[in-house]
């Protein structure tokens, strides 16, 4: 089993949310989609990113442009890097997520390919909406589920679980619950610990 969480405001995730998945089908392994608030984890374990942002080494931030761009291509994705809203507020989005359910991969999907791929601002209520046509989500229901309390509750324990399990970013990826990756490029770690797994269960 892989539990996947993510946060659609993270361009690392948006390729990891799109490369898990025919990994995840190839060797029968289910996914288990835990949405978060990335922000509310710096906020708690991992505030040196804000200060990468704020002065970031003018090589590294050059190569990482390069680098993700390198990933997105090999991917079949486009990304814009930075988007015009950067970072963004994605708690809409995620709260539409857990308010979705089994059912938001396709929601997922087109908010990751509308911020990264599109330069639209997810934060949006027009942008959300859009959204839910497009994958055909009732608007209304959409917007009353993401203001109920339960669901505002479900994301902060999701991302209160994954700091309290050793998590500090997005994508935070678990196999069998506790062997914890972190990042798109983990993935070929992730093939090998999925395939041991099958092994000894052989």
């Known amino acids: 089993m892989i539990e996947f969480f993510f946060d659609c405001s ?3 995730t948006y390729l990891a949310f799109h490369n898990i998945q025919p990994l995840a089908k190839e060797l029968g392994a289910e996914i288990v989609w835990r949405p978060i608030l990335v922000g509310g984890i710096f906020n708690t374990v991992n505030p040196s990113v804000y200060a ?3 002065t970031p080494v003018p090589l590294k931030a050059r190569y990482m442009k390069k680098d993700l761009a390198d990933w997105a291509r090999s991917a079949g ?3 814009k890097m930075p988007p015009t809203v ?3 507020n994605s708690v809409k989005a995620m709260r539409g997520c857990i308010w979705l359910g089994k059912d938001m991969v396709p929601f997922a999907t087109a908010v990751f390919e509308a911020y990264w791929g599109g ?3 997810i934060s949006q209520d027009a942008v959300l909406a859009e959204i839910c046509k497009r994958v055909g989500v009732e608007e209304q229901k959409f917007f009353a589920g993401i203001s109920e309390q339960t669901i505002k509750d479900q994301l902060k324990a999701n991302t ?3 700091v309290a399990r050793g998590g500090f970013g997005s994508p935070t990826i ?3 619950k506790t062997d914890m990756y972190f990042g798109n490029d983990r993935l ?3 093939r090998e610990a999925l395939l041991r797994s099958k092994a000894s269960a052989a």
């Open 10 to 12: 993270s361009p690392w």
């Open 77 to 79: 994705l486009a990304i």
């Open 119 to 121: 330069d639209k601002d």
């Open 188 to 190: 070929p770690l992730i």
């Open 52 to 54: 990468q942002r704020e």
């Open 174 to 176: 678990f196999v069998n």
């Open 86 to 88: 950067f970072p963004v």
């Open 160 to 162: 209160e679980e994954v």
